[in-house]
Every structure is written in structure tokens, then in C-alpha cells.
């Protein structure tokens, strides 16, 4: 009876507190700070995986408990890019006043070697690095979540994974656009027996989707902690997929698979201070990068969608990124020129050439000698009344990883050793250019473009976002910042407008809808740019502190996500 009684309250509330369209609910508490809000704010690319985070917010967890119980979900109800079998980063602010980032990102495997996805002639063989078991590295994101619950929440495995174990065991209603999706793969799916016995048919919005064995992986490792995924049964049904599929992840693989705990990449942007992911994410430092550049001009002395300020940010971004392919990689193996990259004089020097008349080829544009030494992904922010943030982005790179299911385990596996630069020259799944820093070696892991993030102002929590969305993470975060920062736009319109995108090769802009009028399309062609539209990317899941302590937050209208604020 009282668990009906707290269901029914969980949903009135939801009802009448979660528009995530509107302002946020208020409701004042009077102590904690004066703050507007009771427990927390979560936002995911799910709404069950959201409600989620918020139970466990309202049953008395940190921030970091609703985070990993949110990843757990959307492991569940979010399979194109939730995982088990894939990896990621946190970045947490600690009420305490400590940063943390945590490194749960995929390891190559110890037979990985650098030609590994070449023919006898050095070409690269199609599909390898992106379909089936060969194109996985070690999965991190089981060991992540228990490192994060373990050193930083409060809660027991049981009470984080109770609500996700529940969805998979007893199902849970499937969006159209899930089952949109999952059509949508129907192909690749049927390609391996251990997949077409779970997602080899056609799905119908609205049907029920039980999970029985990805339950069963699931209370392994509620059960076991780490050990119930990285040993014994489920590590045993991993390397028997690898047997069965030509893949090479082995029980040494798992069994030394490790967690980083690393130092935050900081920054900061007109005043605001910037914590970031560090690598093997280029995408703290590609962020903190592009806005040292842009902060030495006033773009909102131009109108947001001018061709003056698409073709700054344009130039800020394909020397960017030209950098990115050069210099970053696994700091663990590569002496990633990190100081040097973050510093406001190095990004001043760097675009001491830009012409404000005038795009730059990218074939003019060479990264910088130093002397020195993926809808696929999901973000979700969490803030708890204590005090701690979250920022989460995990992948498993492609859609649906390497649309491999463990047989038995109910879970895809990742498709991230494409993530490395398989071959110098040659780009990723992402169009992205690669080199030395980023080739294959055991046990590194590949370079991502997550940037899961927070920002201060005044040293108070200001902003947490990440995205989802490939090479395209970074600069998603950074338009979003921009609009937000530049020109104080709401949350909800900077997240929701049209976004560009300039990744040095190849040399065109992305954009997004009707983001470009005639006039400013006319004046970009007779700068030198050319552009391309392309499907809608990134979906932003974001959380803003406004002022007398009300908090925001934000789905973005490209997913099917939930934002919610009590
Ligand atoms: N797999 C996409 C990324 O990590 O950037």
C-alpha cells in the first residue's frame, strides 16, 4: 500500500512539476541555501531512465547514486546507446568543492595491434573496425559505474540497480522512436544469431520489451559488483561471443580492465570557469581550445546566426581540429601537449592568420608543430540538493555498438576501436583524421570527443551539459555555451536552434535545418566556405542554475528525452 501510495505521489508529481518546456516547479524549502528546488534536477536522453535518477534522488541518493542508477537504465531502455558494453567519462563537482573525472573509457585489447584492421596491401578492410566482435575494445562502463556508486554515492548496488533490473526484467513500454530505431537496424541485427533472437524482428511503439537475460547480467553484477561482469559467468559468455564472431577480447582483457581517476581539464571563458574532460577525450581540451579563441572577439556584436560569427567559429573550428588529429590521444602513451593546447597564448598565435573576409582552405591548414614531447553516445546531467553535479556522456560508439549482443547476456557490445586512427589519412565513422597520438597499441584507449562539462560563475554552479553526437560533441557543447554566455539565450533556445559544424576535413560547414538565411548563405559562398545540410545532431541534456537558487532544465527537442526539476 505505501509503495502505491509513493508511485502515485512520484506520478502526480512528475505530472504536474516535469514540462520540462516550462519554468521549473518551485518549491522552497527555506533551509539548504534557500534553494527552489527539493531534490535535485536530472536530465536524460529517456524519461523512464530521468524518473529514474529522480527516485533515487527522492529516496535519499546523491547525485552520483541517481547518475549510475540513470546509467543502469538507460543500459535497459535506451539501447542505442545505454550500455553495459561500452564506456565513458564523469565529470562530478563534489559539494565538498573537489572535481573530479573519471575514466571508464574502452581498452584496446592486449593482441590489438596497430594494423590490426589493414589487408596484406596496408588497405583498410571495410567494416572491420565498426561491425562484429573485432571492432570492440574492452568495455569499462560496468567497472565506471560501480567506481563512481562505490567512491562517491551513498546508496548500495541494490538500491541504485533495482529500478533498472525491474525494466528489464519485467519490460517497459517502448517509445515509437525506439522502435523506429531498432527497425531501423533490423538489418545489421539479423547478421548475428545472438542478436536476432532479441532485436530480429519488426517492434511497434507502445509494445512491452522484456530483457530477461540482460536482467540476469544485471543481478550478476548487483550480486557480484564488478566481478559479476569482469569474471566468472558473463565474462565467460563475453570471450565465447569473441570466439563465435573473430573478436579478440579475452578473460586477461577483462580481468585487467581498470577505471582512471583523472584531474579535470579547467578553463575559463569570459569570467566563467570551465571543468572538462581531460583525454583520452579530446573534447575538454578542443572546448576550452575554441572558446580561448573566440573570447578575443565580441560575437555579440553580430547577431547569432550572422556570417560574421559562423565564419569566426567556423575558422576557430577547423584549426581546432586539425590540431585534434595530430596531438591527442591516450595520455597514457602519447605526451598529449595538454598545457600548451589550453593556454590563452597558444590559441591567440594560432589564429593570428584568421581574415575576417576570408574562409581559410583546410588544405592551408596543417596542424602546428609542438615541441613537446557519435545518435550513438548519451549524455545526462544530474544535481543533487547537496550540493554535487554530474556530467555524464557514455557510447558505445555506432548505433547500437558493433550490433553484437552477448549471447546469454542480453547486452550490444561497443564498436569503439574505431575510434582509433586505423590508418593515417584515412577518417573514422566520424569523417575524423587521425594519427600517431591516436593508433592502436594494447591496452590504450581511443580517443573520444565527449565533453561531458561544468561551469561557474562566481564560483557557483552556472551550467552542467554534455551531448552526444560524434565529432560533433564538441562543438555542440561549444554553440550551446556561446548562445548561452554571448548571447543570453535561454536554455531551452540554445539547446534547441540550429547548430553548425566545422571539423577541418571534411572542409565544409554542417548545418543544421533552416539555419542559414539567402543573404548570409550568399555572404559565406563569397568568403570561400561551402556548406552542407545534414540531419539534425547532438541532443542536449543540460541543467542551469538560475538566480535565488531556482534550477532549469532541458531535453533537447531533437531526442525523446526528459528533463525534470523537483
Ligand atoms: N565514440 C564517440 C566518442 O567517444 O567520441
Partial sequence: MYRIKKTLLFLIIIFFCCNNNKTVPQQVLGKKENLKYKYGAVSSADELATEIGMKILMDGGNAIDAAVGVGFALAVVYPQAGNLGGGGFFVIHLSDGRDVAIDFREMAPLNAHKNMYLDEYGNVIE?????????????????????????????????VMKYAIDLAENGFRIKPELANSLNNNLKDFKKFESTKKIFGRKFKGGEILVQKDLAYTLKKIRDEGKDGFYKGEIADKIVQEMKRGGGIISYEDLENYIVKERQVIKGTYRGYEIITMPPPSSG???LIYLLNILENFNLSDNDLFSAENIHLMVEAMRRVFADRSEHLGDVDFYPVPVDVLISKDFARKMFSDFDKNKATPSSDISPVKINNEGENTTHYSVVDSYGNIVAVTTTINDIYGNKVIVDGAGFFLNNEMDDFSIKAGVPNIYGLLGNVANEIQPKKRPLSSMTPTIIFRDKKPFLVLGSPGGSKIITTVLNTIVRIIDFGLSLEEAIDLPRFHHQWFPDEIQIERELLDGKTQKRLLEMGHTFRQVHNFGRVDAIMF???????????????????VY
Avoid: F, Q
Fill in 127 to 159: 567494416d572491420l573496425s565498426t561491425i562484429g566482435c573485432l571492432a570492440s575494445a574492452v568495455p569499462g562502463s560496468v567497472a565506471g559505474l560501480l567506481y563512481a556508486l562505490e567512491k562517491y554515492g551513498t546508496m548500495s548496488r541494490a538500491e
Fill in 546 to 564: 538560475l538566480n535565488d537558487g531556482v534550477l532549469k532544465a532541458h531535453s533537447d527537442m531533437r531526442g525523446y528525452g526528459k528533463a525534470i
Fill in 284 to 286: 575538454g581540451i578542443c
